[in-house]
């Protein structure tokens, strides 16, 4: 029996008591509570890489905002459902000098995490036209986002990304929407799990066929910023986080704090999107809504139905925190780029134990290191992958519930600390030692 890192027989043991048919396809809480389970049962800690939880300190101005707000008795306060108007302000002026597009306040809705914003988008813009029936998603992808299509009943189709870039990309995404049933399209960028980048091309070639065949296109921005192959970050100048919506009126943007501000446990976002798709009116939208326009059955409609708002306190931290950021006076990139550096270590040591990059280039480009990567050990599949490596402390998630062709693995670089590199050199030479590659 191999002397593993963590004992055998008690991960062996807490896998199956945790009634999961097959771990490699378990969902991100499924393997969090089975490595807490082992955790709990072996006083030892795993380098955690399942879940992609902040690993930053949150800006202190946000904090203080939230507290002065309750002290003024704010949480006695329903909040606006459109949203406080100082937010809606600064979210305005954040999407002139950070994406270079002009929105007006109205079009900026704060949401309870940028899921709230996606969900929104399936229940409004999913059933503005009675002719069309679902979303495209580019994969991987975030499997929740699948998951709130499925819970509505929504039909949704897929591709993953990697064999179709650049020019291959417009013939691949026109043979979905030339059949008409499309109402929507769904990336993130940079991409959860993939770290791809859509380049400046791809983007132009999605908005123009978004225009033409009246696909509304959601980007989700959880990840603002984070291509750290380029230098963003200073207000007003370039370079700008790249977005469809310099291509197309038809964009629907998701905007989340929680990593960007690191500000997950408070569950803030933003929908940003296009001043004509706000004002826009679809007829089919009364089957289920009071009004036809569709920012109001965004506001008044979704987001009345499923929150009721945005928490008010929460709302005071994320205007004080975009302030500080169109202002000038707080450089949250800088802060964030914390993330790239630990990805291109934690990517080395992988690849000197015998690992490979999953998903390695952009078109002709490495990708960024980010908040994410990918890994495969050569002779094994993903869904061994993650199970054999319970053994050695490891965790991560499969790439099979995200959609992706390709076997790997999803390793999240934001909870791995310094302390942490000399267990995880330790327990990678132990692996492949475990197992040698031919």
Known sequence: ?????????????????????????????????????????????????????????????????????????????YPDIEGLPELKQEA??????????????????????????????????????????????????????KQQCKILGQACQSFDLFNYRGDKLKDKLESYFASGRISTLLYSNPNNPSWMCLTEEELQIIGELATQY???????????????????????????????????DNYY???????????????????LMSDKLYNRHYPDLLRYYSSDHFGHAVTYGAIYALTAGAPHSTQYGMAAMLKAVNDGTYDFVKDISEYGRRAQMMKK???????????????????????????IYPGMSGSQLIEELLFYGISAISLDITGSEFE???????????????????????????????
């Not at 990678?428 to 031919?438: G, M, S």
């Open 349 to 375: 040591m992988f690849i000197d134990n015998g690992f490979k990059i999953v998903y390695d280039k952009d078109i002709d480009q490495p990708v960024s290191d980010g908040f994410y990567f990918t890994i």
């Open 92 to 145: 305005s002026r954040f999407a002139k000098l950070f994406l270079n597009i002009d929105i007006s306040p109205k079009s900026c809705i704060p949401t309870v995490g940028s899921m709230q914003g996606s969900f929104a988008a399936f229940l409004v813009a999913n059933r503005s036209d009675r002719n069309k029936e679902g979303t495209l998603f580019i994969d991987p992808c975030f499997p929740v986002h």
């Open 214 to 248: 009246d696909v509304i296109v959601v980007e989700d921005l959880a990840y603002f910023a984070m291509d750290f192959r380029k230098k963003m970050g200073t207000p007003g100048k370039p370079p700008f986080q790249s977005t469809v919506a310099h291509y197309t």
């Open 253 to 271: 943007l998701t905007f989340s704090g929680s990593k960007v501000f690191s500000y997950a446990g408070q569950r803030t976002g933003l929908i």
């Open 1 to 77: 029996m191999k002397q593993t890192p963590i004992d055998f027989e008690i991960v062996k043991q807490k896998i199956k008591e945790s009634g999961l048919k097959e771990v490699g396809k378990s969902s991100i809480r499924e393997i969090v509570k089975l490595i807490s389970d082992i955790e709990k049962a072996t006083g030892q800690e795993y380098i955690h890489m399942e879940m992609g939880v902040p690993g930053l300190e949150p800006p202190r101005m946000g904090i203080d905002a939230e507290i002065e707000a309750l002290n003024r008795g704010v949480a006695s306060v």
């Open 408 to 438: 790997g693995l999803r390793a999240c670089v934001s909870q791995f600390r310094n302390d942490q590199i000399p267990a995880l050199e330790e327990r990678l030479k132990k692996f492949r030692e475990h197992h040698p590659l031919n």
